[in-house]
């Protein structure tokens, strides 16, 4: 299910709660994953319970405080469960407020961001007390470029594919911005987005 959808579904039923998860691309079960979040929300504050597979241990149930939410972080990180189903908490609100605080995020999502281009949303998390996107913008790396993966103008936290980018591309441009701002300012940045594939383990 995606969770635009799950959101939508929310608002005709006049619940709020998800008004901040309606831009975030991806599944349900991809933003419990991650606890994705944005403007202040984040998905684990809504679970209540939910369905898990585990593989060669059969189905269970697990209240949220099993769920160990985080930071982008849950506990599917590590435990390999696989999300059937997930109940969220909502409070009933008004379907024309609900809609029109959706509408004003997304408005905010697509003037900030740089939608307009093929990108795997925030790169880096956000360091303590800081915004990863004004330390890259900071260490002068806004547009630098590796090929076609270019550190966005819009939104330093993006890296965007001006075209024909490679993963490998993108993987170098990380590495360059990590490296530079840790040299320059101090702070290690941490990726939000995870590498799978071969380069997987150059990313631990
Ligand atoms: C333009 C853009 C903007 C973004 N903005 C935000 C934002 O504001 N906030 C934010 O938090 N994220 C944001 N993201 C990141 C992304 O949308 C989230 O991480 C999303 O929740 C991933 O969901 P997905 O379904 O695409 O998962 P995938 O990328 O397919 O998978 C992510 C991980 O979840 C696991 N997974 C997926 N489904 C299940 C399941 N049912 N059970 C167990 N594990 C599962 C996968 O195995 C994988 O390890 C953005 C991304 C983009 C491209």
Same mark, same amino acid.
């Given at each position: 299910?995606?969770?635009?959808?799950?959101?939508?579904?929310?608002?005709?039923?006049?619940?709020?709660?998800?008004?901040?998860?309606? #831009?975030?691309?991806?599944?349900?079960?991809?933003?419990?994953?991650?606890?994705?979040?944005?403007?202040? #929300?984040?998905?684990?504050?809504?679970?209540?319970?939910?369905?898990?597979?585990?593989?060669?241990?059969?189905?269970?149930?697990?209240?949220?405080?099993? !769920?160990?939410?985080?930071?982008?972080?849950?506990?599917?990180?590590?435990?390999?469960?696989?999300?059937? *189903?997930?109940?969220?908490? !909502? %409070?009933?609100?008004?379907?024309?407020?609900? @809609?029109?605080?959706?509408?004003?995020?997304?408005?905010?999502?697509? *003037?900030?961001?740089?939608?307009?281009?093929?990108?795997?949303?925030?790169?880096?998390?956000?360091?303590?007390?800081?915004?990863?996107?004004?330390?890259?913008?900071?260490?002068? !790396?806004?547009?630098?470029?590796? #090929?076609?993966?270019?550190?966005?103008?819009?939104?330093?936290?993006?890296? &965007?594919? @001006?075209?024909?980018?490679?993963?490998?591309? %993108?993987?170098?441009? &990380?590495?360059? %911005?990590?490296?530079?701002?840790?040299?320059?300012?101090?702070? &290690?940045?941490?990726?939000?987005?995870?590498?799978? #594939?071969?380069?997987?383990?150059? *990313?631990?």
């Amino acid at each position: 299910v995606p969770l635009s959808r799950l959101a939508e579904t929310a608002a005709a039923a006049s619940l709020a709660g998800l008004e901040f998860a309606s #831009g975030i691309p991806g599944s349900v079960g991809g933003a419990v994953f991650m606890n994705a979040g944005a403007y202040g #929300g984040e998905i684990g504050q809504l679970v209540t319970e939910v369905s898990l597979y585990r593989p060669g241990a059969g189905f269970c149930r697990r209240t949220r405080e099993e !769920l160990d939410f985080a930071y982008r972080r849950s506990r599917l990180q590590e435990s390999g469960e696989i999300l059937l *189903d997930a109940q969220f908490l !909502l %409070v009933p609100g008004e379907k024309a407020k609900i @809609r029109a605080e959706m509408a004003e995020l997304n408005k905010r999502r697509k *003037d900030k961001q740089p939608l307009e281009f093929p990108s795997a949303g925030s790169v880096f998390k956000r360091p303590p007390g800081e915004y990863a996107a004004r330390l890259i913008e900071k260490a002068g !790396l806004k547009g630098a470029r590796i #090929g076609d993966a270019q550190v966005a103008e819009k939104h330093a936290g993006f890296i &965007i594919n @001006r075209g024909q980018a490679t993963a490998r591309e %993108v993987l170098a441009l &990380i590495d360059r %911005v990590k490296e530079e701002v840790h040299q320059k300012l101090g702070v &290690i940045l941490e990726t939000e987005v995870r590498v799978v #594939g071969e380069d997987e383990e150059e *990313d631990e």
